[in-house]
């Protein structure tokens, strides 16, 4: 739940303290659990803003736009137009009235791609959609029973680990979107809608974003967790043996693995001269020797990792 909290706002450019983190986290785990209304999506929102002194809450009042801003003029340069606020009502009513009904009859992961993808495009609030966004994914898996119950499926990490295919799944609809939108710049550098637009985001083609979701739960289930489910094996199968050799408490057992791991096995002086100046060099040695018989010896990351 952590590491894909991290990387939902990873995603975002985003380095969250712990405390958001760890709350962010908690609520995916949640996920599936809690019917979708206006008022979850608005829970969500407080959730995943944290520290609202900058942001409005709650669903837009003004156009929006996913861009950036020419440097001399500051003028709009979007490269997504958002839904128009008087359409906002709506929209979301049909997100919530398409999880309660046709998502139902759905392929799980279609379902997950047209509710997530749709309600991204969109875009209701003046900050965080994409969290959100990927949380909808959580959800309807979650409430389809497609991850085993109590396993978390890491949808975040592994679009991190895509992010390029990522973005240019979101920019095929929006680049074509795009010329479709009448606008014109505003006073306050932002954009003003002048046509009708709601169907825009009513309907639109998933096939791209369903296939780029297809990818990421393939690599997920083939590749991602049963490496996680080695690594957890090998990591239990390392605190036996270092619990079985020499007294240390698990707290420590994990200090001593991330010294390991970051230091090609072996453990730095400044190691053994503070953390673990209690150790004599032999246990030192036969320490070291645990870390390469569980792990092996193949470099990934600044460490070892199983061959």
């Given at each position: 739940?952590?590491?894909?909290?991290?990387?939902?706002?990873?995603?975002?450019?985003?380095?969250?303290?712990?405390?958001?983190?760890?709350?962010?986290?908690?609520?995916?785990?949640?996920?599936?659990?809690?019917?979708?209304?206006?008022?979850?999506?608005l829970r969500l929102q407080r959730i995943v803003i944290g520290d609202a002194r900058f942001t409005k809450l709650g669903l837009r009042d003004?156009?929006?736009?996913?861009?950036?801003?020419?440097?001399?003029?500051?003028?709009?340069?979007?490269?997504?137009?958002?839904?128009?606020?008087?359409?906002?009502?709506?929209?979301?009513?049909?997100?919530?009235?398409?999880?309660?009904?046709?998502?139902?009859?759905?392929?799980?992961?279609?379902?997950?791609?047209?509710?997530?993808?749709?309600?991204?495009?969109?875009?209701?609030?003046?900050?965080?959609?994409?969290?959100?966004?990927?949380?909808?994914?959580?959800?309807?898996?979650?409430?389809?029973?497609?991850?085993?119950?109590?396993?978390?499926?890491?949808?975040?990490?592994?679009?991190?680990?895509?992010?390029?295919?990522?973005?240019?799944?979101?920019e095929n609809y929006s680049s074509r979107l795009l010329p479709l939108v009448e606008w014109e710049p505003t006073d306050r550098f932002n954009?003003?809608?002048?046509?009708?637009?709601?169907?825009?985001?009513?309907?639109?083609?998933?096939?791209?974003?369903?296939?780029?979701?297809?990818?990421?739960?393939?690599?997920?289930?083939?590749?991602?967790?049963?490496?996680?489910?080695?690594?957890?094996?090998?990591?239990?199968?390392?605190?036996?043996?270092?619990?079985?050799?020499?007294?240390?408490?698990?707290?420590?057992?994990?200090?001593?693995?991330?010294?390991?791991?970051?230091?090609?096995?072996?453990?730095?002086?400044?190691?053994?001269?503070?953390?673990?100046?209690?150790?004599?060099?032999?246990?030192?040695?036969?320490?070291?020797?645990i870390y390469q018989e569980v792990f092996g010896q193949k470099v990934f990351g600044g460490g070892f990792c199983p061959d």
């Amino acid at each position: 739940m952590l590491k894909d909290s991290k990387s939902s706002y990873a995603i975002e450019g985003e380095r969250a303290p712990q405390d958001r983190i760890q709350r962010w986290g908690r609520v995916i785990g949640e996920a599936g659990r809690q019917a979708l209304d206006l008022e979850e999506f608005l829970r969500l929102q407080r959730i995943v803003i944290g520290d609202a002194r900058f942001t409005k809450l709650g669903l837009r009042d003004e156009d929006g736009f996913v861009g950036d801003h020419e440097r001399d003029t500051q003028m709009p340069l979007p490269g997504h137009i958002s839904a128009r606020p008087e359409d906002l009502t709506a929209l979301i009513d049909g997100v919530i009235a398409f999880d309660r009904g046709p998502a139902r009859q759905l392929d799980p992961v279609i379902a997950a791609t047209i509710l997530a993808f749709g309600f991204v495009y969109i875009h209701p609030f003046e900050d965080g959609n994409g969290r959100i966004h990927r949380y909808l994914i959580h959800h309807v898996l979650a409430q389809r029973g497609f991850n085993p119950p109590g396993v978390v499926f890491p949808i975040s990490a592994a679009i991190l680990g895509q992010i390029d295919e990522y973005r240019r799944v979101l920019e095929n609809y929006s680049s074509r979107l795009l010329p479709l939108v009448e606008w014109e710049p505003t006073d306050r550098f932002n954009v003003r809608v002048l046509n009708d637009t709601g169907d825009f985001y009513r309907f639109f083609d998933a096939t791209p974003h369903a296939e780029f979701l297809y990818a990421c739960v393939r690599k997920t289930v083939e590749e991602d967790l049963p490496y996680e489910t080695d690594f957890l094996r090998r990591y239990d199968r390392f605190r036996q043996l270092v619990t079985g050799f020499i007294d240390m408490p698990d707290r420590m057992v994990d200090l001593l693995f991330r010294f390991l791991n970051q230091n090609d096995g072996h453990l730095s002086n400044r190691a053994r001269q503070r953390e673990f100046e209690a150790l004599s060099d032999e246990e030192a040695q036969r320490l070291e020797g645990i870390y390469q018989e569980v792990f092996g010896q193949k470099v990934f990351g600044g460490g070892f990792c199983p061959d």
